[in-house]
Structure formats: C-alpha cells, structure tokens
C-alpha cells in the first residue's frame, strides 16, 4: 500500500508512506513526523540528521513489565530538564562515571566506588569488612583499621588531640 501525494490533477510526485506486505509503516522522507491525539500531543520526529525526537505535551511514562535497555553508542546517557542538562551516566572503558551536570561525582569500577568530591553521610557509616581501612588525606597519612582480632588501629604521624573538655581513653 502506497500513499503520494502530486500537483492537482497530475501523476504522484513522491510517496509519502509505504506500508509492506508484513506490515511495518514507513514515513519516507526526512522531517516526518508521527502525530498522536486530538491536539498532536505526541509527536514521534526524525530530521533527517539527528536521528529521533519523541516529545509529549504532557507526562512521559515508560511501563515495562520486562527490562528497559538504553543502548547508547556514543557512550553517553545524558539527563535533561527543560534543555538543560543535570546529570549525565558515561561509559568510560567499561566503568560507569555518573555526572552532575558535568562535573564527575562517582566512577564504579567493579565493586569499587570513588567519589570525586565531598561524601556526606547524614546516619551511619558501615565498614563491613574484619579487614576494613578507613583513610584520610592524598597519601592516606591517617588511618583508622580495624582487623577482626585487636579491634582498632590508628594511624598517623603525628597525632594531635585538641578538646576543650575531658578526654577519656578507656
């Protein structure tokens, strides 16, 4: 089934949709686009250039009763409100970086996790580990270990403790 449009009262000029024989629906130009609703308040658009745009005037809900796969080739999953972006999840040689506009916050390499900037913890803080190493500063100069046997070790050249108040070491 074919559909083309032409000048009045002359042959088809272009084809404009081809629905085939399996029934996939073709649009065949470049800038089709696909209007949904009394308002066209979904339109399904391909440019010609960028690939596709799927807009809705209202909500946008994706509901799947399996898996939702993004397959971006570029490598990019980009976040955006209103054009703007706010977040962005990057593959970077098999690692997943997670931005903040641009900024990087977290890289996950495997089960590791490093954190690019400030980590605020507002309830506890867990170590799961007997062999678990807490450290601080760039050449981690201060450390607190905890090895499962003799409960804490820390460590640091030198030590300072600074209180206004009683110290208690029991």
């Known amino acids: 089934l074919q559909f083309g449009l032409g000048e009045s009262g002359s042959a088809i000029s272009r084809t ?20 949904l609703g009394a308002g066209n308040d979904v339109t399904l658009t391909h440019d010609g250039s960028t690939g596709a745009t799927l807009a809705s005037a209202g909500d946008f809900i994706i509901d799947c009763e399996a898996d939702i796969t993004l397959d ?10 209103g054009g703007a972006m706010y977040g962005v999840f990057t593959n970077n040689s098999g690692q997943l970086t997670i931005k903040s506009g ?10 590791d996790v490093t954190v690019a900037d400030d980590l605020v ?15 601080m500063g760039a050449g981690d100069d201060f450390t ?26 029991d």
């Open 16 to 35: 404009c949709f081809t629905m085939d024989h399996d029934g996939h629906f073709y649009l065949n130009r470049d800038s089709s686009s696909l209007n």
């Open 121 to 135: 913890v507002t309830d506890n803080l867990s170590l799961n580990s007997d062999s678990s190493i807490f450290s």
């Open 102 to 111: 641009a900024t990087s916050s977290l890289v996950l390499n495997g089960a």
């Open 144 to 169: 607190i270990t905890h090895n499962g046997s003799t409960g804490a070790t820390i460590a640091g050249n030198p030590i300072t403790i600074d209180s206004g108040d009683d110290v208690n070491l």
């Open 72 to 81: 971006a080739n570029g490598g990019d999953v980009k976040l955006l409100d």
